[in-house]
């Protein structure tokens, strides 16, 4: 059974920085790109970074672009997304995903997804 667990959101004060793991399981890791992605409240889910499998090419959202970056351990089965000078607008709720191919920005060609993980920036 693929598992992926996000975790290490929390509450950050506008400008910090957080650094969100999503750990994988259940699958012969990397095979897969991955991705995160965010959904706000209200709002549809929206790309933020992408990752191949080899780790060798990344893709990022014009809105995270110079602040976040995705790396990979293939030995650990963990992709991660390290956020910095986070902003309010930043604020939701963040989901890895799995995706058997190169990676992509559409969220209906991932295969697996996480739990999501909260993020909740204040000014």
């Known amino acids: 059974q693929v598992q992926l667990v996000d975790s290490g959101g929390g509450l950050v004060q506008a400008g910090g920085s957080l650094r969100l793991s999503c750990a994988a399981s259940?699958?012969?890791?990397?095979?897969?790109?991955m991705g995160w992605f965010r959904q706000a409240p209200g709002k549809e889910r929206e790309f933020v970074a992408a990752i191949s499998r080899s780790g060798n090419t990344t893709y990022y959202a014009d809105s995270v672009k110079g602040r976040d970056t995705i790396s990979r351990d293939n030995a650990k089965n963990t992709v991660y997304l390290q956020m910095n000078s986070l902003k309010p607008e930043d604020t939701a709720r963040y989901y890895c995903?799995?995706?058997?191919?190169?990676?992509?920005?559409?969220?209906?060609?991932?295969?697996?997804w996480g739990q999501g993980t909260q993020v909740t920036v204040y000014p």
């Open positions: 995903a799995a995706d058997w191919g190169i990676p992509t920005m559409t969220a209906s060609r991932y295969h697996y």
């Open positions: 259940g699958l012969t890791f990397g095979d897969y790109a």
